[in-house]
């Protein structure tokens, strides 16, 4: 960081930003006596050699755009999009024009793309281990080692580009459609969590059909929320208030009981056909059908917002952080396979 110097520290959202990037910066600058000042409602730093520093998130990438830095430093580089590297390249207007992207590898994407399949010598790559950090406490990488499969050691330890996908979904298996047939049934699913404690899981829920004519799956929507029960129901009530045709499925499980009897209560649902769903296979068992038939191409996404969230959440199935959407699709599924079973018998 050149005397005199403007540069820019960003981090993929502004959470990340204030509870991670921030925090590590201010303690080792005021730990090492060279923080100046800092303000707080600009997210401006100054060093006492002149250094001005931004802070910013990039929640929004075009807010990005306009001021001239000499350097910028990019905090996990990985969860953002190329198009954050295109803008903040493009802001590197002074001396000393150089940048700095840390990030966790996550499967062959921009940054692998960009800095080592088309490298050139602008660039260099650091490579590190997590065994590699003498701050670590005793224990704290082999507790790790115990719970990661040998691919998530490989990424997340190791710091090595892998593909993660393929254990269960491969992202190529899914086709996005602009809209879903007309006169589909749907189903939706809500794998409920209520709780909004960090770590906690989400509640998800998925909505979808079955296409008679190609025997496709058609997945509509996906919702995944982390909150408490109060607010949950409030959300299924509202989605049943724009869906009133559509049959309605809550885990048979935990907080999934209790909330069925209470939703079966509710006047706004007395025309819904609302049922509490047993589960009893394991995550992997139940995702199979819906495995199965999206590698032979029979699962449609009609497309949407969500639809990122999905595919990376799926395609690192069963061994990322959360498994929520899975679940929901999975109990989707089911319900569309218990309604077909039901009319055969019928």
Same mark, same amino acid.
């Given at each position: 960081?050149?005397?005199?110097?403007?540069?820019?520290?960003?981090?993929?959202?502004?959470?990340?930003?204030?509870?991670?990037?921030?925090?590590?910066?201010?303690?080792?600058?005021?730990?090492?006596?060279?923080?100046?000042?800092?303000?707080?409602?600009?997210?401006?730093?100054?060093?006492?050699?002149?250094?001005?520093?931004?802070?910013?998130?990039?929640? *929004?990438?075009?807010?990005?755009?306009?001021?001239?830095? #000499?350097?910028?430093?990019?905090?996990? %580089?990985?969860?953002?999009?190329?198009?954050?590297?295109?803008?903040?390249?493009?802001?590197?207007?002074?001396?000393?024009?150089?940048? @700095?992207?840390?990030?966790?590898?996550?499967?062959?994407?921009?940054?692998?793309?960009?800095?080592?399949? *088309?490298?050139?010598?602008?660039?260099?790559?650091?490579?590190?281990?997590?065994?590699?950090?003498?701050?670590?406490?005793? %224990?704290?990488?082999?507790?790790?080692?115990?719970?990661?499969?040998?691919? @998530?050691?490989?990424?997340?330890?190791? #710091?090595?580009?892998?593909?993660?996908?393929?254990?269960?979904?491969?992202?190529?298996?899914? !086709?996005?459609?602009?809209?879903?047939?007309?006169?589909?049934? @749907?189903?939706?699913?809500?794998?409920? +969590?209520?709780?909004?404690?960090?770590?906690?899981?989400?509640?998800?829920?998925?909505?979808? +059909?079955?296409? !008679?004519?190609? &025997?496709?799956?058609?997945?509509?929507?996906?919702?995944?929320?982390?909150?408490?029960?109060?607010?949950?129901?409030?959300?299924?009530?509202?989605?049943?208030?724009?869906?009133?045709?559509?049959?309605?499925?809550?885990?048979?499980?935990?907080? %999934?009981?209790?909330?069925?009897?209470?939703?079966?209560?509710?006047? +706004?649902?007395? *025309?819904?056909?609302?049922?509490?769903?047993?589960?009893?296979?394991? !995550?992997?068992?139940?995702?199979?059908?819906?495995?199965?038939?999206?590698?032979?191409?029979?699962?449609?996404?009609?497309?949407?917002?969500?639809?990122?969230? @999905?595919?990376?959440?799926?395609?690192?199935?069963?061994?990322?952080?959360?498994?929520?959407?899975?679940?929901?699709?999975? #109990?989707?599924?089911?319900?569309? &396979?218990?309604?077909?079973?039901?009319?055969?018998?019928?």
């Amino acid at each position: 960081m050149p005397a005199g110097s403007t540069g820019m520290v960003i981090s993929p959202t502004f959470r990340m930003l204030a509870d991670s990037t921030l925090a590590c910066f201010l303690d080792l600058t005021r730990t090492g006596g060279v923080l100046s000042a800092f303000n707080k409602s600009d997210m401006v730093a100054q060093l006492v050699n002149g250094t001005r520093i931004l802070f910013r998130s990039a929640d *929004n990438p075009d807010s990005l755009r306009g001021t001239n830095l #000499g350097w910028f430093f990019l905090d996990e %580089g990985a969860l953002c999009d190329r198009e954050v590297w295109l803008i903040l390249i493009a802001r590197l207007r002074e001396s000393p024009g150089r940048a @700095w992207v840390c990030t966790t590898p996550r499967g062959f994407d921009w940054l692998w793309e960009t800095f080592v399949k *088309n490298a050139t010598a602008d660039y260099a790559v650091i490579h590190s281990r997590t065994h590699d950090n003498t701050f670590l406490p005793r %224990g704290f990488i082999t507790r790790l080692e115990e719970q990661y499969t040998a691919g @998530w050691q490989q990424q997340e330890l190791m #710091g090595e580009f892998c593909d993660l996908e393929g254990a269960l979904f491969r992202r190529a298996w899914f !086709k996005t459609i602009p809209e879903a047939p007309a006169g589909l049934k @749907w189903f939706r699913y809500w794998d409920l +969590a209520a709780s909004t404690k960090t770590q906690a899981d989400f509640t998800a829920s998925a909505c979808a +059909a079955i296409d !008679k004519d190609s &025997g496709d799956i058609i997945l509509r929507d996906l919702i995944k929320v982390k909150a408490e029960w109060p607010d949950v129901r409030r959300l299924i009530l509202a989605t049943v208030e724009n869906e009133p045709d559509i049959q309605l499925g809550i885990e048979n499980a935990l907080h %999934g009981l209790p909330a069925v009897q209470e939703l079966h209560r509710e006047p +706004a649902l007395a *025309n819904i056909s609302l049922r509490s769903i047993n589960v009893t296979k394991d !995550k992997v068992s139940r995702s199979l059908p819906v495995a199965s038939r999206a590698e032979a191409g029979h699962v449609k996404l009609v497309d949407g917002p969500w639809v990122k969230d @999905w595919l990376d959440e799926c395609t690192v199935f069963p061994h990322g952080a959360h498994d929520d959407q899975v679940d929901a699709v999975s #109990g989707a599924v089911q319900m569309i &396979g218990e309604h077909k079973r039901r009319i055969l018998w019928a």
